[in-house]
């Protein structure tokens, strides 16, 4: 480590002894030439103070973390309910190399039993070897919720592709792991420093770990997909996403923590439509992802919508991706009974992203069904 002076330049050349005690020798030059110590009286202040700037005081044996941490870039945390467009957002990490540290499998588009499945299935799939475990199976203090009809994406979650990717993975012999509980994910989590945590479903299963302080103070940020800022009616519910579980969207959003929140006005209206399904088709790489792709399109389709794709879940992962290409404006906000977004100036401040380069989404899955 160099730190430079007006006058000298101070090299520190740590060297370590017997003892596991660090010392620094220093060596002092004087305008480029070897000298005495000159004038270290008054260089002393500015010595210290460069030396505890510049350096990283290590004593063999000991990280600079606690024991079993692990430390440099954030580790990504991807708390899903796959979900035909939390697939797609996997396929994207898989494609794109941004591939999580630790996934979890929160109750939503199905049953909390299904999605670990339909998680499970997906990183065999992509032959993506994670840490899985299961996430919240009921609302915050709640009970578990009843699936009396199958949601937008069918019984299976999946819009009924789960057994072909089931198929698949015995095709390939894949061994499919078991995911662990929440608590052996609250254990994992803390054996990582720094986390960026990613929640495109519910978000019980992030205010549950919020509870323990040791978790919550190694989250750096959070990416949010959920809640609508321009609200209709505050008697109705909240976007789908946030209605499962109001309670969790208040302890989150008062959390203290950073978030930037992915909401419908960005996602609901990005669609993929028939001429890039097309294009898409014309690789003829990674045909269960194109189905499902194909699934989403025909179920908004069935609903009377625009005939095109939408996958929210897919936004989290292209903004950290390309920040650049998306417009994000600071917002206040508070939750009421229901989930719903109120603007408040004395609200909880979050980042809501607003708007992308239209073409952005295309290009991004041309370029990765293209590999």
Known sequence: MIVVFPDYTISAFPCHLSSSVLYYSMVIFDNGRFGTLVNIQKKLALLV???????????????????????????????????????????????????????????????????????????????????????????????????????????????????????????NGRKLVQPGSLEEAREKLKQHRHITYVATGPLSTLAVLVQDPDIKSRIDQVYILGGQLAAPDPETLGEANFAWDPKAVKIVMESGLDITLFPVELTGTQYIEEEELQNLSRQGTWPEFLDLIRANQAAHAKTGEENAAVLPAIFPVLYQLAPEQFAVEDRRITVDKNGQLQENPQGTLVHAVLGVNPRYQWKALEKSFGQ
Not at 70 to 93: I, K
Not at 101 to 110: H, I, K, R
Not at 118 to 123: A, F, I, P, Q, R
Not at 126 to 149: M, N, S, T
């Open 49 to 171: 103070a460069g030396l505890i700037c510049a350096c990283t005081f290590s004593i063999p044996g000991i990280s600079g973390a606690a024991a079993g941490e692990t430390a440099g870039a954030p580790s990504l945390v991807f708390d899903s309910d796959p979900g035909s467009d939390d697939a797609l957002a996997l396929f994207l990490m898989k494609q794109r190399q941004v591939v999580p540290d630790l996934v979890l499998a929160t109750y939503g588009n199905a049953p909390e039993k299904q999605t670990s499945s339909n998680l499970v299935l997906v990183l065999g799939d992509l032959e993506l070897d994670l840490p899985v475990y299961h996430g919240a199976d009921r609302p915050w203090k709640g009970k578990k919720p009843r699936y009396r009809e199958p949601g937008f994406n069918g019984k299976d979650g999946l819009l009924g592709l789960s057994d072909t990717f089931r198929d698949k993975n015995e095709k």
